[in-house]
């Protein structure tokens, strides 16, 4: 081969090895709609709680504008679980203006990497090792 050959097809094979790195990390991660879904799921977990324990009767907030800072994959749950860190914009129905606040949630990705699941951690006195409670994600139609 020649020298403009042997260029030629060394660009081609970094930019395929580049796409394919590409790729990979975006299946990997979970999508927007995913991340919106589990958000709102947090939520309403804790209008719920808080509900209970102060009878709050407040409206759940309406989430808007969804930024993510940073991701992250832990050894949990055989490196099925990411940390999310980011900040989201929020309102109640009957308020015009929005709210900015940082988020931090877990998602565990499903065995056959189709599907995602809300995660909390749970401290057990026993160790230091993290126990997980998940919850499901609303199936959109």
Known sequence: MSSLSQRTFSVILTLMLCFLQYGCTVFQNPPNSVLKDALEVQMNLTHLLLDELLEIDE???ELSHIRID???YLDDLNGRVVSIYGHLDYRYPDEKEKINTSFHLFLERGAKGESWRL???IQT????SKEWMTFPLPIKG
């Open 59 to 61: 409206q759940t907030p």
């Open 70 to 72: 940073s991701r992250e």
């Open 119 to 121: 995660a909390k951690p």
């Open 125 to 128: 006195s026993v160790d230091t």
